[in-house]
């Protein structure tokens, strides 16, 4: 049982290039999100998706792109890196609207390095 | 719009010591809560939640939780802390479509 996958774990970017955080679940959940680890602020919500075909934006989505074609995949996508989004990102799932009390799983962290 | 706040970044104790985290929430209605723990170089593990019903909140690995509407708070305590909860513990409120954070206290244990 993989749970929440995350791919790379480690990645160096530099300032300028494009890249995409991969994302799958194989639990079958309908809510997915992309949050972001800073030291100091907790985790804060990149974007989200209540199901295949919508995603919405959280708390900081600018310079972020997200997909959502198929229930297992979430990829998150960095148009055009930034050394303001060096930061460990999460994905998480859940069963339904995490926000309702139903358990979020979290993937084991994608650490971003933008030079 | 609802936040977390958890007012210590670090705290020390001692292994076999009492410990209590502090979390405080602003939320309009009655709040989903939830605390996570996060060791070095992993992701985030589910401790406890709250939705409704008993105040006090039973989780893993010996944590309980107590919530106090009148204070907005929701305290994480452990009666004997074990070397291995040498973590970093954050509180979360749920509603609508998010989850939010607070931003999180680092555990060390004392030998």
């Known amino acids: 049982n993989a749970g929440v996958t995350q791919t790379p774990k480690f990645q160096v970017l530099k300032t300028g290039q494009s890249m995409t955080l991969q994302c799958a679940q194989d639990?079958?959940?309908?809510?997915m999100s992309w949050y972001r680890q800073d030291p100091g602020m907790g985790l804060r919500l990149i974007h989200y998706s209540v199901g295949a075909g919508i995603t919405d934006q959280g708390e900081v989505p600018n310079g972020y792109n997200v997909s959502r074609s198929t229930t297992e995949d979430f990829p998150l996508r960095l148009l055009s890196a930034a050394p303001s989004q060096t930061s460990v990102y999460f994905c998480?799932?859940?069963?339904?609207?995490?926000?309702?009390?139903?358990?979020?799983?979290f993937g084991e962290g994608s650490w971003l390095t933008v030079v | 719009a609802q936040s977390v706040t958890q007012p210590d970044i670090h705290i020390t104790v001692s292994e076999g010591a009492s410990l209590e985290l502090r979390c405080n929430y602003s939320y309009g209605a009655t709040p989903y809560l939830f605390w996570y723990v996060q060791s070095p170089g992993q992701g985030l593990q589910l401790l406890l939640k709250y939705f409704s019903g008993d105040t006090l909140v039973q989780g893993i690995k010996g944590f309980e939780a107590e919530f106090k509407r009148s204070q907005s708070s929701f305290n994480l305590r452990k009666p004997s802390v074990h070397w291995s909860d040498a973590a970093e513990y954050f509180c979360?409120?749920?509603?609508?479509?998010?989850?939010?954070f607070g931003a999180g206290t680092r555990l060390t244990v004392k030998p």
């Open positions: 998480a799932s859940s069963y339904s609207r995490g926000g309702r009390g139903n358990t979020i799983y």
């Open positions: 639990m079958n959940h309908e809510y």
């Open positions: 979360a409120v749920g509603a609508s479509n998010d989850m939010r």
